[in-house]
């Protein structure tokens, strides 16, 4: 997306950084006390809440229905109006995790909520965009204090300074951040319906359900079902026992130390990366990686998987972690998609030991039953769900550049 109808001006804490051409002229700031009024919502007990809509009844706003994915809903009868709100309306938690600001929804409200009533003057959405700035946030969660479950009270939220500007500039303003927040909807469904495709097609490929052909258009061979013990694969635990180095010992750079939470969508990533020397690396010989290997988590969080990529060549592993490194018989990113696929994930969970501690020994890991095609189908079907990987990598790239052009715009359209 293209900013073409703004400028830059020259830095001054009373005029944003970025502006519409149109607009000219400094901006001042009032603390909301002057500006705005907040009262806070109903406590409901659990056991006088409804999980169904009835007569007299509102939809019950609280912390559960900004949970992702959350499908819980609760219903109340015969609030006072001072909690209802309507799509125009704006809430934000003022307790726990303060600062979550909501819109758009209509119901009653929970005592976790501030309904923040605004003026004439003031646009709805610039008020939600200026809200959930980084700036405004930190004050908000320090004005919250740092107990254990911080409270926002009605004094602290009135000292906060609030930018004001002409009612259109807020308007354009919040008109344009409004279409990125509508580029970035569209992109995050995109990436959703990818992802149910691609796990759709995973079950029917698995399930043999689907089939590929050969450039001839024939059938390949029946797919044998053996175990990965029965297969012409090298397995290996990570590093263990006297040698492994202590989370003191970690280096901030030389071999790559991968741990489970290096592990995220079947690859590897750089984040929160840990390193070991030369020297060490020497010494802890069972976890020295190749590209293509398959790695598993074997300890506490079991099964997630991912391929080891050029970048993370001659890298090690930790005790948490076993790797596959395929022969002749199998493709290494088949072997990938089985492992991560429901089935896969479900083989996991049968041949996992222990109680407190979860782990899967090296020995049960070799008795998950793989149906292995021929080789040159597992090539096709590496390649097809690559493809998918691919789209969804890419989207999922444009997501987080959207996301950043996003901050940008919000630092430098506020003073």
Known sequence: MKVQMTHIVHVNKEVPLLRFKEFEGIWTREKFKGLVKINQGLQIPISERYTEEVDNSYFYITNEFLKAKSDKKYYIKNPNKSVLCDVDDILMTRTGNTGMVVTNVKGAFHNNFFKIAYPSTIDKDFLFYFLNLTNTQNTIKRLAGTSTIPDLNHSDFYRIDFPITTLPEQQKIASFLSAVDEKLQQLTKKKDLLEKYKKGVMQKIFSQELRFKDDNGNKYPDWEEKKLGEVDIYISDGNYGELYPKASEMKQSGIPF????????????????????????????????????????????????????????????????????????????????????????????????????????????????????????????????????????????????TKAFKKGLLQQMFV
Not at 306 to 313: L, P, Q, W
Not at 321 to 329: A, K
Not at 334 to 346: A, D, E, I, M, W
Not at 372 to 393: G, V, Y
Request: some cysteine; overall charge positive; proline content about 1%.
């Open 258 to 401: 991968v741990r489970a939470n290096n592990i995220k969508n079947l690859r590897l990533v750089w984040n929160d990366m840990r390193y070991i020397d030369a020297e060490l690396h020497s010494v802890l010989t069972s976890g020295h990686l190749k590209t293509d290997d398959i790695l598993v988590t074997t300890r506490g969080d079991i099964g997630m998987v991912a391929i080891v990529s050029e970048d993370f060549n001659g890298a090690n592993i930790n005790a948490q972690i076993c790797l596959l490194r395929v022969g002749q018989e199998l493709n290494a990113y088949f072997l990938l998609q089985f492992l991560g696929s429901v089935n896969g994930k479900k083989q996991f969970k049968q041949l996992q030991t222990g109680s407190a501690l979860k782990q899967l020994p090296k020995g049960n890991l070799r008795k998950i039953k793989l149906k292995k095609p021929f080789l040159e189908e597992q090539q096709k079907i590496a390649n097809f769900l690559s493809s998918l990987d691919s789209k969804i990598d890419s989207v999922s790239i444009q997501i987080k550049n």
